[in-house]
């Protein structure tokens, strides 16, 4: 709950100078909130959890490397958690330097692993010789170059201030047009009201293995028109055969569409989680197929009860 | 409506001696009811629906032949009537001839034109001289044996005593186990109670053919473990590419799943005419899969009330 008298507390993956920031300032009114950093993704999870905040920001995938490992099994397998927001930030690196240093004296460069492997063919192409480092955030490889420990450091541009570094080069990425995805959490609550362009999460739990178990989940999806944006099948950390598939799809828990394919999946699943139903950032609206808009729900429903007599 | 003071009366496809009359005696109570023959099919039907009778029986399918289109296609598209019960008789013929008549005499054979097909094989061994002739059903063929118009009839030996002729031959039938398959009619009613053994019978119309339109209604029926028994595509008579599907399928119009069923085919399909959920005449239970019992459709439905907060 939101104490009316304080403002409105945020974690994130910090330090400060992190894209996680630069997410959580893109959300408006965030300005005026207090944002608190954590060192790790189940750190700001954690204080979400124990009430420390009222809202948290993580990063969920990457369009170039794919989800994020640790928010997702959080999330999917933790205590439970809500996302009631999501934010889409351009992935675009720069080359941090100290003051003074330029291309030829760079001999190491850190970044958070998930930027190395966009950034792999620039750094072949321009600091072959350069030895990368991994670090726990981008912001914290830029805290290092500002320490004297490693030459460069890839981050967003919007760090260098703050560290007290040079941008060497902007607009770093080998893939364009790549954006990182981030969620907006909180504790679990109501859903924020449907807004047409939704998506919603969930985390389907196969209890057996068996032939077709996949298929069987899709299934309840595609005859109900709607339409998958993700899917990322994960252990459950319970043994062997024991998994879990993280969807994501268009539409609201509100929908009907989706409120009888959450059903459905929910009696062909061990388990069903749900995660959220929230505004896509992106603002894409779902192609509604036909007979499966809410008022042919309704009419259907209607017929059915006119022949049950 | 009936009324307390008369006998239930049940329109059959006559005249006496037919199948289907042997196939309205095994409905429990139906010796004291009044049994009117009708020349048709059509007939049958259009007595029912001019209140003539409370009942009606006629043929389905057989299955050595199939349906009989006559019946499906009245059903499907004339004014609607309710199919409230079945009855399987065993498929097996008579040779009735007028006594005195041997094998070595009969030149022509009559029968209703399914009958025919069905003892093809044991004709061709037996009488491979003799001509056959169709007949309106197989107690008029029996009619025409008594009248001197031809020297045998295929028919149910019940019928030899009413038309003053003998059994020269019983039990013949190319196939072994074969069974016709009988429906009772009533006006549009509330269906009979759900028995655990029960069929349903719609038909969906498409309005327009696209692809994969077959496999979406069977999707429809497979995502909720409902198996059909029956599948026949039908022109609707209204030009090129609008055609029906009669389906029969395991489960009753009060069941969970058969209801869910039914609101996604009526959601998908231009038209869906409810024909009936009866007690199946052979008693099979339907293997109900995990996750489509009545239980599993109200825990998920519960389950989804507490997400939607």
Partial sequence: MTDASRPERYAYLGP?????EAALLSIPGAAEAEHVPYATVPAVLDALRREEVDSAVVALENSVEGSVPATLDELA???????????LLPVS?????RPGVTMDDIKSVASHPIAQPQCRRWLAGHVPDAEW?????????????????????LAGSFAAARYGLSVLVEDIHDVADAVTRFIVLRRPCAPPEATGTDRTTVVAFIGEDHPGALLEILTEFSVRGINLTLIQSRPTGAGLGSYLFWMDFEGHVADARVGEALMGLRRVCADVRFVGSYARADQIRPEIRRGTHDDDFTKASTWLESIRG
Same sequence: chains 1, 2.
């Fill in 133 to 153: 480092h991994a670090a726990t955030s981008n912001a914290e490889a830029a805290q290092h170059v500002a320490d004297g420990h490693y030459d460069a450091a």
């Fill in 16 to 20: 400060r100078g992190t894209f996680t």
């Fill in 93 to 97: 690196f720069a080359l941090l330097v």
């Fill in 77 to 87: 397998t933790g205590e439970p958690l809500q996302i009631v927001g999501e934010i």
